[in-house]
């Protein structure tokens, strides 16, 4: 009679997992790969204009139509996504870093140290950082640097949190007292042991941002603060869509809008899967 | 002569774990201090190796007072302690293999160039191979790993050894082991010896004298 098959639950849920990561992948994978070939294969000029064709609907020459000047819409998304994901990695990493630091100081130095720079870091989350990110563009003149230094020095603060809640958990163990019992300096413990520690999680930290980062510089651009019109990001080309989505015209915010989203969320997904590797008790859901 | 005089530890100043508890070793003694589990013999033991600093009291290493514990105290006088620990697991970076874990002290102290001829050494005293040596802690078991634990603790020549339920962990024939080694350190080089437990059989057979923690915190 003893015949119960112990059966595992959440197979399903496992294998719709796997699907979203290996989609995820292909995504980020082209993505990537448009991004890095296709400008200097076709060495076409996104900003070419042409009058005559102007506002196109999406056509076999011009897959996602032309905007209100007749540049091709296909290639200045690419150009756009180039733009903005190179803003979104370099704001992602110079974010990280100064979260790192930051965290990592805190937590080493302890005490009075520790308190003023986590109430400072309080300080700065309590003002909603696209505000505190539009403030720091308005202050120089308009170009893609500007929109790398709003949106980094806008995203360390939750990194350095996360870095001082891990090098301080790393700190109490005991093969730290190891390590002081066997004459390493403060430099060393840091560097041999606690640096090693917080890595993964910082790493996966400026990973989950790049697609945040992506969406600030776009929202940046929408406003009309990030990066010229004539320079294509992704938020620019929504923002000069809006005059003619009025008139009806769909394709100039339908193509740049899901070239934002399309590839910000499968970076989410394979960041997300990451995560589950490395941390697999919080079973999570995308964290933009 | 290592000297605890009237010290007050804990983890927090209103409610420390014990007050005023006093200790002498004789140079080259071994003491044993047996009490039961969270009576706070691992936290004195921690004070005496300069790891936690006590709230109140004073301790005198070899005649020199201690002015400040783990980073705060000078490098001579912290790696004047050679510590092992209960759990070996918590006490190695996961990150390092063993044959690092026992080479780290030396090169933190920049006797890097005494690595290849210490470390092989110490290695065959404590009973690790080769093999052993190059795997990383989660490759090894409990009482491998306690084993090298204890050639880190012994790679400066400490002169004074301090064991927190070294053995606790682990099998008979290890404990034995590990106690020969030990025993063996103090022969040649006249190291004193503070060992924590509860085993009061193995602390009595190991100890020239052992002190109940009882004893300790009513005198």
Redesign the interface.
């Known amino acids: 009679m003893a015949d119960i098959v112990w059966r595992a639950h959440g197979g399903v849920r496992r294998s719709t997992r796997a699907w979203r990561v290996r989609t995820s992948a292909v995504i980020v994978a082209a993505v990537v790969l448009a991004v890095l070939v296709v400008p200097p294969l076709v060495n076409l000029d996104e900003q070419a204009v042409d009058l005559a064709a102007k506002l196109r609907p999406p056509s076999l020459a011009h897959p996602f139509g032309t905007d209100d000047v007749g540049r091709d819409l296909l290639l200045r998304c690419v150009y756009g996504l180039r733009v903005s994901l190179l803003v979104g990695v370099v704001a992602a990493v110079v974010a990280t870093v100064i979260g790192t630091a930051v965290g990592a100081l805190a937590a080493a130095s302890g005490g009075w140290v520790d308190r003023i720079v986590m109430r400072l870091v309080d300080i700065f989350s309590s003002v909603p950082h696209l505000l505190l990110g539009i403030f720091i563009v308005a202050m120089f003149r308009p170009g893609v640097w500007p929109v790398v230094v709003s949106v980094a020095l806008t995203h360390w603060l939750s990194t350095a949190r996360i870095v001082r809640a891990e090098v301080l958990s790393l700190r109490s163990r005991p093969y730290v007292d190891a390590a002081i019992s066997g004459g390493a300096s403060r430099l060393r413990v840091a560097v041999r042991h606690l640096l090693p520690g917080v890595l993964p999680q910082a790493g996966l930290a400026a990973v989950l941002m790049v697609p945040h980062a992506i969406w600030h510089e776009s929202a940046l651009s929408f406003l009309g603060l990030g990066l010229p019109t004539h320079q294509a990001s992704l938020g620019t080309l929504v923002q000069s869509a809006r005059g003619s989505l009025l008139a009806g015209d769909w394709w100039p915010t339908l193509f740049p809008g899901l070239f934002i989203i399309v590839p910000t969320l499968a970076i989410a997904g394979l960041a997300g899967a990451w995560r589950e590797r490395i941390n697999p008790r919080r079973r999570s859901e995308l964290m933009l | 002569m290592l000297e605890l005089r009237a010290i007050t530890a804990g983890y927090d100043r209103r409610a420390p774990v014990f007050r005023s508890v006093d200790l002498t070793l004789a140079p080259g003694e071994s003491v044993g201090l047996l009490g039961p589990s969270g009576c706070g013999k691992s936290t004195l033991a921690?004070v005496a190796?300069?790891?936690h600093r006590p709230d109140a009291g004073q301790l005198v290493i070899d005649g020199e007072v201690a002015r400040g514990w783990?980073?705060r105290a000078p490098?001579e006088q912290?790696?004047a302690?050679?510590?092992v620990?209960q759990?070996p697991r918590?006490?190695?970076?996961p990150?390092l293999a063993l044959r690092d874990l026992v080479a780290?002290?030396l090169r933190?102290?920049g006797r890097s160039s005494e690595v290849a001829d210490l470390v092989p050494e110490l290695a065959a005293r404590v009973g690790l191979g080769k093999d052993l040596m190059g795997r990383r802690p989660h490759e090894v078991s409990d009482g491998q790993l306690q084993r090298a634990?204890l050639a880190?603790?012994l790679?400066?020549r400490p002169r004074w050894l301090v064991c927190d339920e070294m053995t606790a962990m682990l099998d008979a024939s290890t404990t034995a082991a590990l106690v020969h080694v030990v025993e063996e350190y103090r022969r040649e080089s006249g190291a004193g010896m503070l060992a924590v437990g509860h085993d009061r059989v193995l602390l009595e057979r190991w100890c020239d004298r052992t002190v109940r923690w009882e004893e300790l915190v009513a005198g």
């Not at chain 2, 918590?90 to 970076?93: C, K, P």
């Open positions: 921690r190796a300069l790891l783990r980073h490098r912290r790696t302690f050679g510590v620990f759990q918590l006490s190695a970076d990150r780290e002290p933190a102290v634990c880190r603790a790679v400066l």
